[in-house]
Structure formats: C-alpha cells, structure tokens
C-alpha cells in the first residue's frame, strides 16, 4: 500500500491551498483517513480526520478555516485550507488506516507534502 500526496507548495499569506493523497496497491478498503503536520523543531500534529462515514475531527488551530474530504471511489482524502497563516507552514502528511486483501487493518504514511506560507 502506498499514499502519495501532492499540493504543497509557496502560498501567501491569505491564501488557499487543496492537498490530496492517493491511497494505491492492495486495497480491500480504507476506515479513518486523515492529514497531520510537522513544522521545522515541532512534533507532528494531527490537522483533520475523516471515518469512513465522513465524519470529520479537526485541530482548533484550523477547524474554522480547512475541510477535510474523501473520494472513496479513489481511495483519495483532500484538505482545503484557506485564510492560510506562516504558522501553517509545515510538512503535511497523509496518513490511512487500510484492510489490505490479506487480511487486518495498519495505518500508512504518505511521503509528505511541505507548505510554506510567505507573510
């Protein structure tokens, strides 16, 4: 299984920006998708998850300003944020919890995204 997020990039101040991850490989189903981040010296943080249901769960820091979404016809989890702040600079990581066809359930990690947010 493989999680591949693309999106990141130089934002102003201000701005928005769409991420997405793409969950690919042997894939029976997916439960709780979610986005976390990790700022130069900080530990990572959760931003947003989603369940299968499309139940969210957001930081504070972000909860007025970003949605979390799915796709679970393509095994993809968005995250939109806007009213971006330089303390939203960060890499961003996608993370799933996947039942694979052999059988249990483990959580997978995307290869990380970075966000950069100029003031």
């Known amino acids: 299984v493989q999680l591949q997020a693309s999106g990141g990039g130089l934002v102003q101040a201000g701005g928005s920006l769409r991420l997405s991850c793409a969950a690919s490989?042997?894939?029976?189903?997916?439960?709780?998708m979610g986005w976390y981040r990790q700022a130069p010296g900080k530990q990572r943080e959760l931003v947003a998850t989603i369940t299968a249901s499309s139940s969210t769960n957001y930081a504070d820091s972000v909860k007025d300003r970003s949605t979390i979404s799915r796709d679970n016809a393509k095994d993809t989890v968005y995250l939109e944020m806007n009213s971006l702040k330089p303390e939203d600079t960060a890499t961003y990581y996608c993370?799933?919890?996947?039942?694979?066809?052999?059988?249990?359930?483990?959580?997978?990690w995307g290869q990380g995204t970075l966000v950069t947010v100029s003031s």
């Open positions: 490989g042997s894939i029976f189903s997916i439960n709780d």
């Open positions: 993370n799933a919890a996947v039942v694979t066809y052999r059988g249990g359930s483990s959580y997978y």
